[in-house]
């Protein structure tokens, strides 16, 4: 594959950058040198191959990351992929805490990301647990069979925002925290709104 040249758009995003500058800059040429698409996609340097979303560099306070779209699908020989939480079904990342380390797997990020590549060619897809298959919590389930209007509009809802909803009602380990989520959320999803809609 040939070089790829840098988007202006993504610029700023590694001219901002304090704490990892120097590590997002090694990240950003090694994907280049793979031939990959940049663009600005979620407010992150975003790189892809023929229009699908390949690989993603962003930021954390204890380190920086690539994330691999369809992560779940690479062959980790090395060992180095990272599931973020147990609800990310697609998505890995591999962290990076200097630009040393990052030097030193140049040739494994290239053969992870020619990987992430052909995954993409072959047309792979992610096998997504369906919504159905999580579980609702008790607190939201009895919500839902005590208020009719409350279920009809989860119902209604898209599988994506069902799905974000159950995860959110789910995390907290007290039953009141979960209640008390639950509580808050009732009018926007009779509203017909997601978790994160204004």
């Known amino acids: ?11 700023f995003y590694f001219d901002k950058a304090e704490k990892w500058q120097k590590e997002i800059g090694k990240l950003r040429t090694i994907i280049l040198d793979c031939g990959l698409t940049e663009e600005l996609k ?3 340097p975003c790189y892809s191959f023929q229009e699908s979303n390949i690989v993603l ?10 994330l691999f779209f369809k992560g779940a699908l690479l ?17 890995r990342q591999i962290r990076f805490t200097n630009a040393r380390e990052i030097a030193k797997m140049k040739n494994i990020l290239k053969s992870y990301i020619y990987q992430a590549i052909e995954v993409e060619k072959a047309g792979l897809k992610v096998n997504l647990k369906k919504t159905a298959e999580f579980i609702i919590p008790q607190e939201f389930k009895q ?5 009719p209007a409350l279920k009809t509009a989860f119902d209604a809802l898209t599988p994506g925002r069902q799905r974000a909803y ?26 017909g709104k997601g978790l994160n809609d204004l």
């Not at 040939?2 to 610029?11: E, H, W």
């Not at 560099?57 to 690539?66: D, M, N, S, V």
């Not at 959110?168 to 989520?181: D, G, L, N, V, Y």
């Open 42 to 44: 979620w407010g992150a």
């Open 75 to 91: 062959d980790d020989a090395d060992g180095i992929l990272i599931q973020q939480t147990k609800n990310v079904q697609a998505g």
């Open 166 to 191: 159950i995860l959110h009602f789910s995390a907290p380990k007290q039953s009141k925290t979960r209640e008390s989520r639950v509580e808050k959320y009732m009018s926007q999803i009779l509203n």
């Open 57 to 66: 560099i962003h930021t954390f306070k204890e380190y920086c990351a690539l």
């Open 1 to 11: 594959m040939t070089k790829r040249s840098r988007n202006p758009k993504a610029d």
């Open 143 to 147: 919500k839902l069979d005590e208020i």
